[in-house]
């Protein structure tokens, strides 16, 4: 992984988060949209604009790529970049959870 993607993407933003930890499996913008919202029971909403800006830059760094089209909705999976991306997301999450709990903040 090169720096850039490195800086641009650690740590990522909940958008970011969710788009990638969406398409580990394949998915369109608006599947995207409703996984994210029934994940976190309605306190992540992902604007069109917002996601699909995001897919847009996923896509061209090398994260995402385009599978197919279907029914005019351009259908995504993530890349081995990605999940190399992803995995770091999530290792720096677990460690801020244990760093949490180290310190006695379970609130």
Known sequence: MDR???????????????????LREEMHGYSIVKKVE???????????????GSLSKMEKDGLITFVREEEKRKIYIITELGREVLSLEMKRIRRLYRNLQEVGCDE
């Not at 850039?4 to 969406?22: D, S």
Request: net charge neutral; hydrophobic share 35%.
């Open 4 to 22: 850039h993607i490195k800086k641009v993407y650690v740590p990522m933003t909940e958008t970011g988060f969710y788009i990638l930890l969406c």
């Open 38 to 52: 029934d994940l976190t029971n309605g306190e992540v909403r992902l604007s069109p604009g917002t996601m699909y």
